[in-house]
């Protein structure tokens, strides 16, 4: 018979073309690559202009096809695509190891994608090595099928020097996953973006080959509705039955029968094959592209070799029903066909070969997937069974590889079929919910865990259920302590272990729902049950629970304890992140404490760990306490560059979180160096566009409140107090509460609120002799609470207190070296004593001049000599103790009378030192004592 026709040349696609090779040819020398995305209905042509294409490219092609099986393996088309090649290794480094013990569960989900990401990028790396100089194409069909983790990859390529990749999909099939990549592409330089229409009456006129009548056209392009798979399809028939010279129907019908879809068009085109080549075409249809001799020898019935296989699948490319897929590899020409083959094959043989196929590919002797094959041969229950089993291996490989939207199609099928037990059906739906949660959809993950629970009484299965969502804040946590509280009554009396893990669990999503208050004997309760059970794994739940119960700063003495046991569990074979977690818990309470050796005692224990561990994540923590470490001492640029990779570790385990620490990090070294307007711009960024809110936002807010004051940007700081103002005074008491209401008395001062102010000051106090840093996952060390507690007292009129606030600040920030600090602490101080003491103010002035010139504090040297130039302009007055005291309360507006009584000194003495006041300082009478109060103190 004819091959189809239409292949021999391109048709109706001169500009598409030439928009493409354009874009191709720049991309290929570019510094930047390029992105070239084709769209378009099913059967319009995609495939066949990019093969035009990549035909006339003068640079290396790699190309791949996604697949729309389920028991298609994840990144299936650049698996494909690198074929052959060695960065096709990297990507099977992804889930390939056993996932490590850890005590934290979030960290096994980073260490993951830390795994995958680094394959990424040696993937890319040796990608864009074979570009230099020539350029590289690579061709991905068929995205609406792709699974994330493709086309996170074709994210993360894009941009590459001389890498030019083509994405092709059908724009009436665009899932959430899709739309979000083609979104991110779209915004990037150099994509190009083309979408192919239906064919015109010229393009079926050039289409028809010598000798058709053409009346034929107009009659071919309304049968096809311009599709060309369409109208070549119906002209090869045309063609066969010998009426193509023929003139058409005067009504314009087409006369030889339009089927509903290509299924009769396939039967009639395959029935014109010898058998072998149609044997060769319906065995390609249940294997997709891939299919090679061996799968052709395997499901023969009688006698073949593998050079007759070979001859009855290039048979088949000559009828224009397959097409070389790669070397000794192929497929059929167009998914569509695939289907209508498929569909057409006699059922009991289809499910006697996709069983076959199944069980040659779980032996080992054929490449691939039994998924697909299981899930067709689900016809029986035995069958259905192994579909089952099937579908839970791929999916345990697919979410081992971060694939966890593709674990839970293959979940979701698995439960779609009958017959499965209700312990069966339970466990799919239990793995379903974690796999949810790992892919970030929570509520999905805590109604899976909900349904799971109703239908199950097994205390392991409830136990899962009621962990498979952890960490999280908001509302969720009413269902998870509903969970717990379900795994807690089923649970028997000898289970220690499981108790103590569902106990923590409950404590902390408790105290998000508002159940702050008994977290404390919720986690200490959690903690007795642990240590009894022994169990390393519940060990280190309780003591996360109990960590966060007191990471306040009246739990700092407590903490250092829970560290020491913390960095026990991991000396006794328990995971080896629980050290991790110890050393950094030690941290952040040493940096409360102000016990920087300590620190750096620490730290260089860090140092050690992450050399052992590898992990990115404890690279990530390592530098960002490090970079914490410097930014105390003044060490600006070291800081930063401690920062910088703090952040390429973090970028590793795609944890976006780390971008907010990076943040805050930076904006507080932005401040000190004097650059609030570039830290303020940072903070926007963090923030997003607008005032941020949300759970756990008080603590940005006043960071960022707090710096957009310090910028002049009052307006705009102010909203960020006005949300803080009515929150402050319920905050818990957790990790986050001393920095976020000691900034928020910082705001409140500059906004005139004495009530909050106070309220601050107050509440603060207790903790004069702490340094301000979080207790649960500290960012920096801000230095003393003192001294924000003398701005507090300033801001009241308390000159006394503040000055006593200021004058403890420098001493403690210059006992552990805080230069930053000491020299606010001391410009605070100088500030203060400016109009009293002289003296002393010049010399704490002086002093914060010198080191921050010194250390790059442009703001705070210039806050600094600007106290020093008011001394030089104000002229000195020796009052004494006593005087300053009378001054004080005569411009408070006080009589003699009043004044003796409050200083305990007969009204003789006062009316003696108001008159030496009023002679020091030049004036005439009380009210003018006043006004140089006001100017001068």
Same mark, same amino acid.
Not at 604 to 618: K, M, N, Y
């Given at each position: 018979?004819?091959?189809?026709?239409?292949?021999?040349?391109?048709?109706?696609?001169?500009?598409? /073309?030439?928009?493409?090779?354009?874009?191709?040819?720049?991309?290929?020398?570019?510094?930047?690559?390029?992105?070239?995305?084709?769209?378009?209905?099913?059967?319009?042509?995609?495939?066949?202009?990019?093969?035009?294409?990549?035909?006339?490219?003068?640079?290396?092609?790699?190309?791949?096809?996604?697949?729309?099986?389920?028991?298609?393996?994840?990144?299936?088309? =650049?698996?494909?695509?690198?074929?052959?090649?060695?960065?096709?290794?990297?990507?099977?480094?992804?889930?390939?190891?056993?996932?490590?013990?850890?005590?934290?569960?979030?960290?096994?989900?980073?260490?993951?994608?830390?795994?995958?990401?680094?394959?990424?990028?040696?993937?890319?790396?040796?990608?864009?090595?074979?570009?230099?100089?020539?350029?590289?194409?690579?061709?991905?069909?068929?995205?609406?099928?792709?699974?994330?983790?493709?086309?996170?990859?074709?994210? /993360?390529?894009?941009?590459?020097?001389?890498?030019?990749?083509?994405?092709?999909?059908?724009?009436?099939?665009?899932?959430?996953?899709?739309?979000?990549?083609?979104?991110?592409?779209?915004?990037?330089?150099?994509?190009?973006?083309?979408?192919?229409?239906? =064919?015109?009456?010229?393009?079926?006129?050039?289409?028809?080959?010598?000798?058709?009548?053409?009346?034929?056209?107009?009659?071919?392009?309304?049968?096809?509705?311009?599709?060309?798979?369409?109208?070549?399809?119906?002209?090869?028939?045309?063609?066969?039955?010998?009426?193509?010279?023929?003139?058409?129907?005067?009504?314009?019908?087409?006369?030889?029968?339009?089927?509903?879809?290509?299924?009769?068009?396939?039967?009639?085109?395959?029935?014109?094959?010898?058998?072998?080549?149609?044997?060769?075409?319906?065995?390609?249809?249940?294997?997709?592209?891939?299919?090679?001799?061996?799968?052709?020898?395997?499901?023969?019935?009688?006698? =073949?070799?593998?050079?007759?296989?070979?001859?009855?699948?290039?048979?088949?490319?000559?009828?224009?029903?397959?097409?070389?897929?790669?070397?000794?590899?192929?497929?059929?020409?167009?998914?569509?066909?695939?289907?209508?083959?498929?569909?057409?094959?006699?059922?009991?043989?289809?499910?006697?070969?996709?069983?076959?196929?199944?069980?040659?590919?779980?032996?080992?002797?054929?490449?691939?997937?039994?998924?697909?094959?299981?899930?067709?041969?689900?016809?029986?229950?035995?069958?259905?069974?192994?579909?089952?089993?099937?579908?839970?291996?791929?999916?345990?490989?697919?979410?081992?590889?971060?694939?966890?939207?593709?674990?839970?199609?293959?979940?979701?099928?698995?439960?779609?079929?009958?017959?499965?037990?209700?312990?069966?059906?339970?466990?799919?739906?239990?793995?379903?919910?974690?796999?949810?949660?790992?892919?970030?959809?929570?509520?999905?993950?805590?109604?899976?865990?909900?349904?799971?629970?109703?239908?199950?009484?097994?205390?392991?299965?409830?136990?899962?259920?009621?962990?498979?969502?952890?960490?999280?804040?908001?509302?969720?946590?009413?269902?998870?302590?509903?969970?717990?509280?379900?795994?807690?009554?089923?649970?028997?009396?000898?289970?220690?272990?499981?108790?103590?893990?569902?106990?923590?669990?409950?404590?902390?999503?408790?105290?998000?729902?508002?159940?702050?208050?008994?977290?404390?004997?919720?986690?200490?309760?959690?903690?007795?049950?642990?240590?009894?059970?022994?169990?390393? *794994?519940?060990?280190?739940?309780?003591?996360?629970?109990?960590?966060?119960?007191?990471?306040?700063?009246?739990?700092?003495?407590?903490?250092?304890?829970?560290?020491?046991?913390?960095?026990?569990?991991?000396?006794?074979?328990?995971?080896?992140?629980?050290?991790?977690?110890?050393?950094?818990?030690?941290?952040?309470?040493?940096?409360?404490?102000?016990?920087?050796?300590?620190?750096?005692?620490? /730290?260089?224990?860090?140092?050690?760990?992450?050399?052992?561990?590898?992990?990115?994540?404890?690279? =990530?923590?390592? #530098?960002?306490?490090?970079?914490?470490?410097?930014?105390? &001492?003044?060490?600006?640029?070291?800081?930063?560059?401690?920062?910088? /990779?703090?952040?390429?570790?973090?970028?590793?385990?795609?944890?976006?979180?780390?971008?907010?620490?990076? &943040?805050?990090?930076? &904006?507080?070294?932005?401040?000190?160096?004097?650059?609030?307007?570039?830290?303020?711009?940072?903070?926007?960024?963090?923030?997003?566009?607008?005032?941020?809110?949300?759970?756990?936002?008080?603590?940005?807010?006043?960071?960022?409140?707090?710096?957009?004051?310090?910028?002049?940007?009052?307006?705009?700081?102010?909203?960020?107090?006005?949300?803080?103002?009515?929150?402050?005074?319920?905050?818990?008491?957790?990790?986050?509460?001393?920095?976020?209401?000691?900034?928020?008395?910082?705001?409140?001062?500059?906004?005139?609120?004495?009530?909050?102010?106070?309220?601050?000051?107050?509440?603060?106090?207790?903790?004069?002799?702490?340094?301000?840093?979080?207790?649960?996952?500290?960012?920096?060390?801000?230095?003393?609470?003192?001294?924000?507690?003398?701005?507090?007292?300033?801001?009241?009129?308390?000159?006394?207190?503040?000055?006593?606030?200021?004058?403890?600040?420098?001493?403690?920030?210059?006992?552990?070296?805080?230069?930053?600090?000491?020299?606010?602490?001391?410009?605070?101080?100088?500030?203060?004593?400016?109009?009293?003491?002289?003296?002393? *103010?010049?010399?704490?002035?002086?002093?914060?001049?010198?080191?921050?010139?010194?250390?790059?504090?442009?703001?705070?040297?210039?806050?600094?000599?600007?106290?020093?130039?008011?001394?030089?302009?104000?002229?000195?007055?020796?009052?004494?103790?006593?005087?300053?005291?009378?001054?004080?309360?005569?411009?408070?507006?006080?009589?003699?009378?009043?004044?003796?009584?409050?200083?305990?000194? &007969?009204?003789?003495?006062?009316?003696? #030192?108001?008159? #030496?006041?009023?002679?020091?300082?030049?004036?005439?009478?009380?009210?003018?004592?006043?006004?140089?109060?006001?100017?001068?103190?």
């Amino acid at each position: 018979m004819p091959r189809l026709v239409g292949m021999a040349r391109l048709v109706g696609r001169t500009a598409p /073309l030439a928009t493409l090779q354009a874009a191709l040819t720049a991309g290929a020398v570019s510094a930047t690559g390029a992105v070239l995305l084709v769209s378009g209905e099913p059967g319009i042509g995609k495939t066949r202009l990019v093969a035009e294409l990549t035909a006339i490219a003068r640079c290396p092609v790699l190309t791949g096809h996604a697949d729309p099986e389920p028991g298609a393996p994840p990144l299936w088309p =650049w698996l494909q695509a690198l074929a052959g090649r060695p960065e096709r290794d990297a990507l099977g480094t992804i889930g390939a190891a056993d996932p490590p013990r850890t005590a934290d569960p979030a960290t096994a989900a980073l260490l993951a994608r830390a795994t995958r990401t680094l394959a990424f990028d040696a993937v890319l790396d040796g990608l864009t090595a074979s570009a230099a100089g020539t350029g590289l194409v690579v061709v991905l069909e068929d995205l609406h099928w792709a699974d994330e983790a493709t086309l996170a990859l074709l994210g /993360l390529a894009a941009g590459r020097p001389g890498l030019v990749l083509v994405g092709t999909y059908r724009s009436t099939e665009q899932g959430p996953a899709l739309r979000g990549a083609l979104t991110g592409l779209r915004r990037r330089e150099g994509t190009t973006s083309v979408t192919l229409r239906p =064919w015109v009456h010229e393009d079926v006129t050039a289409l028809l080959p010598p000798g058709t009548d053409p009346s034929w056209a107009p009659v071919l392009l309304r049968a096809g509705g311009g599709v060309p798979l369409h109208v070549t399809t119906l002209l090869t028939s045309l063609l066969d039955a010998g009426r193509s010279g023929q003139p058409a129907p005067p009504d314009g019908s087409w006369p030889l029968g339009v089927p509903d879809d290509l299924a009769d068009a396939a039967a009639d085109r395959l029935a014109r094959l010898d058998p072998a080549a149609r044997f060769a075409v319906e065995v390609a249809a249940l294997t997709g592209p891939g299919c090679t001799p061996d799968h052709l020898l395997l499901l023969a019935e009688g006698p =073949w070799d593998t050079a007759a296989a070979l001859a009855a699948c290039e048979a088949a490319v000559a009828g224009g029903l397959l097409v070389g897929t790669g070397p000794l590899s192929f497929g059929p020409a167009h998914a569509l066909l695939r289907e209508a083959v498929h569909a057409g094959l006699p059922a009991v043989r289809r499910l006697r070969w996709h069983a076959r196929l199944a069980d040659a590919v779980e032996a080992g002797a054929l490449p691939g997937d039994p998924v697909t094959h299981r899930l067709r041969a689900a016809a029986d229950p035995s069958g259905r069974a192994a579909a089952v089993r099937a579908c839970r291996t791929a999916a345990a490989t697919a979410a081992g590889s971060l694939a966890f939207d593709r674990a839970i199609e293959l979940l979701d099928t698995a439960l779609a079929l009958p017959g499965s037990s209700p312990e069966i059906r339970t466990a799919l739906g239990i793995e379903a919910a974690e796999a949810e949660f790992a892919a970030g959809r929570t509520r999905a993950a805590v109604a899976r865990a909900l349904a799971v629970a109703r239908d199950t009484t097994d205390p392991a299965v409830l136990v899962r259920a009621a962990l498979a969502v952890r960490g999280i804040g908001g509302p969720h946590n009413t269902d998870i302590v509903r969970l717990c509280d379900t795994a807690l009554q089923a649970l028997p009396a000898g289970d220690d272990a499981g108790r103590a893990r569902v106990l923590a669990q409950r404590a902390q999503a408790a105290a998000e729902t508002g159940g702050w208050v008994g977290l404390a004997h919720a986690s200490a309760e959690a903690l007795a049950t642990a240590e009894r059970s022994g169990d390393p *794994a519940a060990l280190a739940d309780a003591l996360r629970a109990r960590q966060h119960a007191v990471s306040g700063p009246d739990g700092v003495t407590e903490r250092l304890a829970l560290a020491r046991r913390m960095v026990e569990i991991s000396q006794r074979g328990g995971p080896p992140d629980a050290e991790l977690w110890g050393r950094l818990w030690r941290i952040d309470a040493s940096f409360q404490l102000g016990a920087v050796d300590v620190v750096d005692v620490e /730290l260089g224990r860090l140092d050690g760990l992450s050399a052992r561990l590898g992990w990115p994540i404890a690279h =990530w923590h390592r #530098h960002r306490m490090r970079a914490a470490r410097l930014l105390l &001492s003044g060490r600006f640029d070291e800081a930063e560059a401690c920062a910088d /990779l703090a952040l390429a570790a973090a970028r590793l385990t795609e944890d976006h979180t780390a971008i907010g620490v990076d &943040s805050a990090f930076r &904006s507080e070294s932005l401040r000190l160096r004097g650059r609030v307007d570039v830290a303020v711009e940072l903070l926007r960024k963090a923030g997003g566009s607008g005032v941020v809110v949300g759970r756990g936002m008080p603590i940005f807010w006043a960071n960022a409140g707090l710096n957009l004051i310090r910028a002049g940007e009052a307006d705009e700081g102010h909203r960020y107090y006005e949300l803080l103002r009515p929150v402050v005074r319920d905050l818990p008491r957790d990790g986050l509460w001393l920095p976020t209401v000691l900034h928020s008395g910082e705001i409140a001062a500059a906004a005139g609120d004495d009530a909050l102010t106070g309220f601050c000051l107050v509440e603060a106090t207790p903790y004069a002799t702490h340094y301000i840093a979080g207790g649960s996952g500290a960012v920096r060390c801000d230095g003393s609470v003192s001294r924000v507690l003398g701005v507090l007292a300033a801001a009241l009129g308390r000159t006394d207190e503040a000055e006593r606030r200021f004058t403890d600040a420098v001493t403690m920030d210059d006992r552990i070296g805080a230069l930053p600090y000491r020299v606010l602490s001391e410009i605070g101080l100088a500030r203060l004593l400016a109009a009293r003491d002289r003296e002393r *103010a010049t010399g704490l002035a002086r002093r914060a001049a010198d080191t921050a010139r010194r250390i790059g504090m442009a703001t705070a040297l210039t806050d600094a000599e600007a106290v020093l130039a008011g001394m030089r302009e104000r002229p000195a007055v020796a009052l004494t103790a006593r005087e300053r005291d009378v001054l004080a309360r005569m411009a408070e507006g006080r009589t003699n009378r009043q004044i003796a009584a409050e200083l305990v000194l &007969s009204e003789r003495t006062v009316e003696t #030192h108001v008159a #030496h006041v009023l002679g020091k300082l030049g004036v005439a009478n009380r009210a003018e004592a006043a006004v140089w109060a006001a100017r001068n103190t």
